[in-house]
């Protein structure tokens, strides 16, 4: 893969914003209008949420959507919310650069850490977080209010 070709860049437009709806919904995918996700992407932005758009030759083969927040226990960190490549994309090492974009992004935001939250079930998505150097601090608890 020609290293020139590789781009990744925030989302400003609704061009970018649509553009990254086939690769979003490849891990939502209870998704199924784009309107509705630039929609709902757009409300997420002016709450403080980016998403990160990784583009092979003008294509886009990679999505990370991320917030910065600042807790009294974790200080100021970045919490992914949405990292995936496309099928047709994978184990080319586009991960690997999504990942390690977002990790720089984070120290340039100021951040003492990077935290994503991933199903119990998504055990490829862990191995590559483990390799990655993640470690489990903690578990995440939830109560059903619907």
Known sequence: M?????????ARTDD???????IVKELRT?????AAFRD???RQMDDGYNLAVLRVGGDVAGCGGFRVHETLSRGRY?????????TRHRSLGLGDKLFDWLANEARERGCAQMEIISG????????????KRMTIKAFQLVLPLA
Do not use: C, K, W
């Open 78 to 86: 970045m919490y992914v919310e949405d990292l995936v490549t496309s």
């Open 40 to 42: 709902q992407v757009r």
């Open 30 to 34: 209870h998704l199924t209008d784009e």
């Open 120 to 131: 119990v079930q998504r055990g490829d998505a862990h191995r590559f977080y483990h390799r």
């Open 16 to 22: 970018d914003i649509a553009a990254s709806f086939p």
């Open 2 to 10: 020609n290293e020139q070709a590789i781009e990744i860049t925030l």
